[in-house]
């Protein structure tokens, strides 16, 4: 049962526009949430986080959303580089579900063109 | 180096044999994850390991499977009888401890694993 969903599988956004990345999660427990980006044949690079204490973090062109009452997270990328291009991991992790484990969505693949 | 390792980065090996996967993990990290992706899927956690304490081997898919972590440093994932289903890039990851920020998961380039 996949308790972190990003539904959108691509996005394409042109160069200084901004991408949002979507991000839904079903377990209530989940107080921390990260994002990953990841290029070819590379790991998982951490990106960004937020708890669950906060609605919002920001760093540099990368701010974070979170909406706990729908349980919902978005990634915000301002303005758009052809850098920024790669497959980006919604990722939620929780004490109280007693887990060790980062729980990853599918991933959305991200293209800004030039 | 300065970030987390894994060895071999590609490894083809024939239906049934044993493969062994190395991975050394950012120094001081007392957490260390091992996952795997699967194409076209996210990625799907395996096993985990915090210092002393007992491995947690919930994510293990079949007994074929099992990992070890010597001296709270190094760890090696070993996959028995491979099938064509084990075919996955398996990464690795450590992280200070766990939760919150001092558990954000720093990754390995992982091992693409092809069996034919």
């Known amino acids: 049962d996949q308790q972190v969903k990003q539904n959108s599988p691509s996005l394409s956004v042109q160069e200084g526009r901004i991408s949002i990345l979507n991000c839904d999660y079903t377990?209530?427990?989940?107080?921390?949430f990260l994002w990953y980006k990841k290029y070819p044949a590379e790991g998982p690079t951490f990106l960004i986080s937020?708890?669950?204490?906060?609605d919002k973090n920001e760093d540099g062109r990368f701010t974070v959303f979170l909406n706990k009452s729908a349980k919902h997270l978005s990634l915000h990328i301002v303005p758009s580089q052809p850098g920024d291009s790669a497959v980006y991991f919604c990722?939620?992790?929780?004490?109280?579900?007693?887990?060790?484990?980062?729980?990853f969505g599918t991933g959305t693949r991200l293209t800004v063109i030039p | 180096g300065a970030g987390v390792s894994q060895s071999p980065s590609n490894k083809v090996t024939e239906k049934g044999k044993d493969v062994e996967l190395r991975c050394d993990p950012i120094?001081?990290?007392?957490?260390l994850y091992w996952y795997r992706q699967s194409l076209g899927q996210g990625l799907e956690f395996l096993i985990y390991?915090?210092?002393?304490?007992?491995?947690?081997k919930s994510g293990l898919p079949s007994d074929r499977f099992s990992a070890e972590r010597t001296g709270g440093s190094v760890s090696t994932l070993t996959i028995q009888r491979t099938q064509q289903e084990d075919s996955a890039v398996y990464l690795c990851?450590?992280?200070?401890?766990?939760?919150?920020?001092?558990?954000?998961?720093?990754f390995g380039a992982g091992t693409r694993l092809s069996v034919l």
């Open positions: 377990n209530s427990m989940f107080d921390y």
């Open positions: 990851a450590s992280s200070l401890g766990r939760g919150g920020q001092s558990g954000i998961q720093y």
């Open positions: 390991f915090q210092g002393n304490s007992a491995p947690d």
């Open positions: 120094s001081g990290h007392t957490a």
């Open positions: 990722a939620a992790s929780g004490g109280g579900t007693g887990a060790n484990n980062l729980f």
């Open positions: 937020i708890s669950s204490i906060k």
